[in-house]
């Protein structure tokens, strides 16, 4: 984004209504510190519990440090406009917005897509789970997909970099966001749009692509099977993931598909405010309400905190 006259951007936010914004204030830290809560949690128990030490809670931590990172890149910024009345971000910190929102949102893809592969292993492949799912294929997996989230991001923002924002510096949105910033921008804004769609599409059809294949052999691997009680296990197993990954694909997808950013983003912000305040809550549980290893951990680490806080 090329700062040709605006040194600074105004976001509007949600509403100008003040009781409105006290409501979406009082939401919006709730679900922050919720999302803190659950997130850091599940982290603290994988990192301290020696019985989850495999592929599978390796990427569910670094699941839930993503989605920290993510809310985190978004919500404090929109609770501090909102508590100071101050809606003006600078150039910079906007920049550096859409740059974290952008990377761990696409990296969170590729993510949701290592974790269906050893969802798949885990039951197509069972006998060789530990085999196949080493430290060291855990630890390449994590660096691949955080590698995949800056190669996918840089054209579009590269481009992003030569805008030039003349007239308007108000942007229709609680956050600085691609759609929005090329609203307001007075360059030719085609070529961009169109390599943001090619990149999203990209993201989607690979990450998609590796979670459609894998689900399909886990299915045809579970109906195979004698067992009602291996069924209803597997099925367990993946129903977790198989829910986040509806959730963040679709709304994904809603947000990204529309003729051209010139258009209204109102519906947009809406959605947006769900992806970056319930999903962030609603994961946590998701994985650890469907998974007794995570539960017994967890009850492990409170009666241990029980027992060391009364010595």
Known sequence: ???????????????????????????LFLTYRLSLTGNLTIISVILLDSHLKTAMYCFLQNFSFLEISFTSACIPRYLYNIATGDKVITYNACASQVF???LFGVTNFFLLAAMSYDRYVA??????????????????????????????IIPPLSLGLNLEFCESST???????????????????????????????????????????????????????????????AFST???????????????????????????????KGVTVLTTSLSPVLNPFIYTLRNKQVKQAFSNLIRRIVIFSRK
């Not at 492949?125 to 989230?149: D, Q």
């Not at 007075?186 to 990149?199: D, K, L, P, R, Y």
Request: charged letters at 15%.
């Open 171 to 233: 942007i229709d949105h609680f956050l600085c966001d691609a759609s929005p910033l090329l609203k307001i921008s007075c360059s030719n804004t085609w070529f961009m749009e169109q390599t943001v769609i090619i990149c999203a599409v990209l993201t989607l059809l690979m990450t998609l692509t590796c979670v459609v294949l894998s689900y399909i052999y886990i299915i045809k691997t579970i109906l195979g099977s004698p067992s009602d009680h291996q069924k209803k296990k």
């Open 123 to 152: 039951i197509c492949k069972s006998l060789h789970y530990v085999t196949i799912m080493s430290g060291t294929v855990c630890r390449r997996c994590v660096f691949c997909y955080w590698e995949a989230g800056p190669f996918i």
């Open 238 to 268: 993946c129903s977790s993931h198989m829910i986040v990954v509806s959730i963040t694909c679709g709304s994904c997808i809603f947000i990204s598909i529309k003729p051209s950013a010139k258009e209204l983003v109102a519906i947009n």
């Open 1 to 27: 984004m090329r700062n040709g006259t605006a040194t600074t951007f105004i976001l509007l936010g949600l509403t100008d209504d003040r009781p409105l914004q006290v409501l979406i204030f009082i939401f």
């Open 100 to 102: 974290f929102t952008d």
